[in-house]
């Protein structure tokens, strides 16, 4: 996940020069989702509960949950951005191992077995503490994992083809969710976990992309039934979806097309973030102007094309500030805390998913409550949360000084 990023490298499919420095961008940007992601330790929902008349409250909890479909806050974006960073690695991963001589078939084998590890650490990882093996595959790892080796795939073609897939992706998904039919009159809505009158539901054409009513949640009745598991599979409660790594694929793209602008010797620093800025508001602008038109709903549960499009859009915008503060400007040292996560992000994901609650018990157990109030009760949450985050940050801080870093 974390492959050496140069600079100054030529060409993806062809040998390029010796790797260079590493960009500090790309560990700096996904560093700070995975922040993001860890930060939900913070609980702002629950100091927000205990102060209803702070509006600077209520927006940090808005941006730090989910929205209830359409849409899009801060959270939202740090599934695509990891898969956008994903991509934009390859580009630099894929150059450089050719650079070493790697044969195309040992690359191939490398993806492959990526795909595999990605894919079921994710269900490992949603697998803690059930009775036996979660087959679900919507979490961001199996997601990536699924589409990884297609990525491999692409990252050593043309960029022409590469945008060409993209658009296949895009319509042929959307195309799969516009021709499904809609629920008929004798729909049985108890087997979707909605009623036809939840607030969420789309009206007229965009009602092809309603919550458990769509091609994606057909499939997933019919696939994950096949695995072994406690009771049969109705629905996600969260509309999630198995066939998401589809539209996922797409972002993982995107940013591809952006390590290649990165990566290339023909386009100055200044050059290569205007790219990233012309092609960050031409996707918001299509994403928008599809959820708009009511042509495609803006939806990242389950990852409809104009999503991959508009939060495509935010992940181009980011890595250009990412990349203008901290490989053009000055930012290096500024952002030195995110890289230290950013450079060992598959680590910190599953430090998160396993040890953040021990921690936090821990830290009560030996502390006790009193030790978290001291900004008063109602940011004790907070405050607990801010120190669990700091102790799995010196964990990373720990592996970083030693040079451990978790690579699949």
Not at 48 to 70: G, I, K, M, R, Y
Not at 377 to 403: E, N, S
């Amino acid at each position: 996940m974390n492959p050496v990023a140069t600079a100054d490298a030529a060409g993806l499919t062809t040998a390029s020069k010796p790797a260079g420095p590493r960009l500090g961008s790309i560990d700096a940007y996904r560093g700070f989702v995975m922040f993001l992601m860890m930060g939900e330790a913070f609980a702002f929902g629950r100091v927000a509960e205990n102060l209803p008349q702070s509006s600077l409250w209520q927006f940090l909890d808005h941006h730090q949950s989910h929205v209830q479909w359409v849409g899009c806050v801060l959270h939202d974006l740090i599934q695509p951005s990891f898969s956008f960073l994903v991509g934009t690695a390859l580009a630099f991963s894929v150059a450089s191992r050719t650079a070493r001589g790697e044969s195309w078939g040992r690359m191939l084998g490398h993806a492959l077995w990526r795909s595999v590890a990605l894919t079921f650490l994710g269900v490992f990882l949603r697998s803690t503490g059930r009775a036996q093996t979660n087959f679900t595959f919507e979490d961001t790892l199996s997601q990536i994992g699924m589409g990884y080796t297609f990525l491999f795939l692409l990252g050593t073609r043309s960029v022409r083809t590469q945008w060409i897939s993209l658009a296949g992706i895009l319509v042929g998904y959307w195309l799969l969710f516009a021709l499904y039919p809609l629920p008929g009159p004798g729909f049985d809505w108890s087997q979707t976990g909605v009623t036809p009158d939840w607030p969420g539901n789309l009206q007229g054409f965009a009602a092809h992309w309603n919550k458990n009513t769509n091609a994606a949640w057909a499939f997933d009745r019919w696939f994950l039934n096949l695995l072994p598991r406690e009771k049969p599979f109705l629905f996600n409660g969260g509309g999630y979806s198995t066939l998401s790594f589809i539209p996922t694929l797409g972002t993982m793209l995107l940013g591809l097309i952006a390590g290649g602008w990165l990566r290339s010797t023909g386009l100055g620093p200044r050059d290569r973030v205007r790219r990233l800025l012309i092609a960050g508001a031409g996707c918001l602008a299509a994403g928008w102007l599809l959820d708009a038109t009511g042509v495609c709903p803006n939806v990242k549960r389950i990852w409809t094309p104009a999503w991959t499009l508009y939060s495509g859009g935010w992940c181009f915008l980011f890595l250009a500030g990412f990349y203008s503060l901290v490989d053009i400007g000055p930012g290096r040292r500024w952002v030195f805390p995110l890289t230290v996560i950013g450079m060992n992000s598959i680590a910190a994901y599953c430090m998160d998913h396993l040890f953040g609650g021990f921690i936090h018990r821990a830290l009560k157990t030996h502390l006790g409550e009193k030790a978290f109030s001291l900004l008063g009760a109602p940011y004790a949450p907070m405050v607990h949360g801010a120190a669990a985050l700091l102790v799995l940050w010196l964990i990373l801080l720990w592996m970083y000084r030693r040079k451990i870093f978790l690579r699949l």
